[in-house]
Nanobody, 122 residues
Framework: QVQLVESGGGLVQAGGSLRLSCAASGRTFSSYAMGWFRQAPGKEREFVAAISWTGVTTGYASSVKGRFTISRDNAKNMVYLQMNSLKPEDTAVYYC???????????????WGQGTQVTVSS
């Protein structure tokens, strides 16, 4: 069982940066792949970034590649999403998710946080 709590969202101007954090509970955190997903109003939930349990493998949606960086600290049970050069179209609720298997499909992730709002103004 893994419980996830996101933080770090907020309002930022276009071109700015935010760092999202996801705190995980559970002694087996280091064995889980982690993902960040987002959902804008009226749109489906979409993949943003994922990282394997070792941190060696990472993946990004094409829309955020080169601007966002996912990382993890297994000693602290934390996952991060550094978001740079933010655009208004990045506005969404961002969710942290965990699963035993690394992947990009939100349907495959078993554990979810409550989400944190990111709003990018133009």
């Amino acid at each position: 069982q893994v419980q996830l709590v996101e933080s770090g969202g907020g309002l930022v101007q276009a071109g700015g940066s935010l760092r999202l954090s996801c705190a995980a509970s559970g002694r087996t955190f280091s064995s889980y792949a982690m993902g960040w997903f987002r959902q804008a109003p009226g749109k489906e939930r979409e993949f943003v970034a994922a990282i394997s349990w070792t941190g060696v493998t990472t993946g990004y949606a094409s829309s955020v590649k080169g601007r966002f960086t996912i990382s993890r600290d297994n000693a602290k049970n934390m996952v991060y999403l550094q978001m740079n050069s933010l655009k208004p179209e990045d506005t969404a609720v961002y969710y942290c998710a965990a699963d035993a298997l690394y992947g990009t499909r939100w349907e495959a992730y078993r554990y979810w946080g409550q989400g944190t709002q990111v709003t990018v103004s133009s």
